[in-house]
């Protein structure tokens, strides 16, 4: 069977051995694009639980969310290792001091189980202390830097109150970089006035930054949020799921085939998902992808 893409599963295996999950955690961040620092608004699609995964409970305290995540991943996949995973919010958002203890607490819990660390953070959220501070995990750890960009242009990310810049992000690359931290770039498809010829002009973008890995996924609209607004009165119109399939293999085709695709959908809140209903349906998605590829004769890379 042709390798379609540079998965990340894969990519986990060779490294480890075994099967290795990233768990996802809550650790109580903030934002400064919801802080007031920004803005208090937040990004127009971002909900009040953020990027957080479906499997965690908020309300929880972090051992536990811990606990609750490790047996429905082991239920679901079997013993395997897991990347502990700072997901929701910005996790780089405190004191170095703080961010050292929080982290040091999660790797000490299930050492021989937390294969490594990933932290999801802005790219405008990541000053040099914190950048070193990551650098001396990364040199004791499997380690991911995981920014949010959603796009390369400036014009898109005033639109959706993103509250950064593209030269932001570059710079946060550049820094990071020079640490030798492995980068993964967050990127939404669909974002409201965006043409697919710019939507595709991203991916020459991440290229060029040259980032280790990609999470890519539609846009969707949550319930209480801008986004839902805009919607509602009918100034947004979502991709359909032939449009994303098709956009997102023209992403990929794109995209140098050195980077790894950590994400090629979502998983959104299905009690607050307003639209499209076809984003819950994950493995359709994915096997859309696959048999979009394959019927193009197509992979990863080979249009960049």
Same mark, same amino acid.
């Not at 929880?60 to 536990?64: C, E, F, I, P, R």
């Not at 770039?185 to 974002?191: C, D, K, Q, S």
């Given at each position: 069977m042709q390798v379609s893409y540079n998965k990340f599963s894969q990519h986990l295996r060779q490294t480890f051995g075994r099967r290795v999950q990233k768990l996802p955690l809550n650790a109580g961040f903030s934002c400064p694009n919801r802080d007031g620092v920004l803005s208090s608004q937040g990004c127009i699609y971002c909900g009040p639980c953020g990027a957080a995964s479906p499997l965690l409970d908020n309300i #929880? &305290? %972090?051992? +536990?969310q811990y606990e609750r995540a490790r047996q429905a991943l082991t239920k679901k996949y079997g013993p395997c290792k897991f990347i502990a995973y700072f997901q929701a919010f910005t996790n780089t958002y405190a004191p170095v001091n703080e961010l050292q203890k929080l982290y040091d607490e999660v790797l000490g819990w299930d050492k021989d189980n937390i294969a490594g660390l990933a932290i999801g953070t802005r790219p405008d959220c990541v000053p040099d202390e914190v950048l070193d501070l990551l650098a001396d995990y990364a040199g004791r750890y499997y380690f991911w830097l995981e920014l949010g960009l959603q796009s390369s242009h400036d014009r898109t990310l005033?639109?959706?109150?993103?509250?950064?810049?593209? #030269? /932001?992000?570059?710079? #946060?690359? +550049?820094? $990071?970089?020079?640490?030798? %931290?492995?980068?993964? *770039?967050?990127?939404?498809?669909?974002?409201?006035?965006?043409?697919?010829?710019?939507?595709?002009? &991203? $991916?020459?973008? %991440?290229? /060029? /930054? /040259?980032? $280790? #890995?990609v999470k890519l996924h539609g846009l969707y609209v949550l319930r209480d949020t801008p986004l839902a607004a805009i919607y509602e009165q009918g100034e947004y119109e979502?991709? &359909?799921? *032939?449009?994303?399939?098709?956009? *997102?293999c023209d992403f990929l085709e794109r995209l140098s085939p050195d980077i790894i695709i950590q994400r090629l959908t979502s998983d959104p809140p299905f009690n607050s998902l307003i639209a499209p209903q076809w984003m819950l349906d994950k493995s359709k998605i994915l096997c859309g992808i696959e048999r979009e590829l394959a019927s193009r004769g197509s992979k990863q890379g080979i249009n960049r």
């Open positions: #929880a &305290t %972090l051992k +536990k005033k639109l959706i109150n993103r509250g950064h810049t593209v #030269a /932001q992000f570059e710079d #946060a690359v +550049k820094r $990071a970089r020079l640490r030798n %931290l492995r980068i993964c *770039a967050h990127i939404i498809l669909g974002l409201p006035g965006e043409t697919r010829e710019e939507m595709l002009k &991203t $991916a020459g973008f %991440l290229n /060029q /930054q /040259q980032v $280790a #890995a979502p991709l &359909t799921f *032939a449009e994303y399939i098709s956009l *997102a």
